[in-house]
């Protein structure tokens, strides 16, 4: 699929005359194996979750933030794909504006495909593109607050689409931590978001 067709929502949805978000006219590279997860403090604060598949950033909105606990089943919902420039943007996104409220870069790391031939286990084996239409999508995090196994699930399709991040059981589960309320600050600038959002106030 062209790039351009791909990020077309993204680009119907912003005014880059008067939003930093960057342009990205194009898709990249689609070997990129990179995870980013925004807090967004807009009309309702929440954690985009990012995946590079197929040279976009596939998005989803969750509400509470991602979770190390297995136990813990997260509500995520699907966006329109971001370029992958994406991944290191941190700003206000000026009111009036798509998304308005403060970005900030929570965690952003690489990513292993565990559907994939070489470590396919007892899942059928599948590439990232194939995942993701499947509605099962497995990956082994390697961020900076964020690691090991982690699940999306698909529960819904059409409007009512809907998906559930959960962690999987490995070393790096942990139930009594808690990163989304210790670890709030910002592995680009070290600020929190309050102090980002001060900044550009």
Do not use: C
Not at 6 to 22: A, G, N, Q, V
Not at 23 to 39: D, M, T, W
Not at 91 to 106: C, D, F, K, R, S
Request: hydrophobic share 30%; aromatic share 8%; glycine share 10%.
């Amino acid at each position: 699929m062209d790039g351009d067709t791909r990020l077309e929502k993204y680009h119907e949805k912003r005014d880059f005359r008067k939003t930093s978000e960057p342009g990205g006219e194009k898709a990249g590279s689609e070997r990129s194996r990179i995870f980013v997860i925004q807090e967004h403090d807009a009309s309702n604060l929440h954690y985009d979750f990012r995946l590079a598949i197929d040279g976009v950033l596939k998005s989803w909105a969750v509400p509470k933030g991602p979770s190390t606990d297995p136990r813990e089943k997260r509500l995520a919902v699907p966006t329109e794909d971001h370029p992958l420039e994406y991944a290191d943007f941190e700003g206000v996104i000026p009111e009036g504006e798509y998304g308005a409220g403060t970005v900030l870069l929570w965690d952003k790391g690489t990513y292993r495909n565990l559907r994939s031939q070489k470590d396919k286990g007892k899942a059928k084996a599948a590439t990232m593109p194939e995942s993701y239409d499947d509605g099962h999508i497995e990956v082994w995090l390697k961020g900076e607050k964020l690691k090991g196994g982690y699940a999306l699930i698909r529960t819904g399709k059409g409007k009512d689409e809907r998906w559930l991040l959960v962690k999987m059981k490995d070393d790096e589960a942990d139930a009594r931590r808690n990163p989304v309320s210790t670890e709030p600050e910002s592995v680009k600038s070290g600020r929190t978001i309050e102090e980002l959002s001060q900044d550009h106030g």
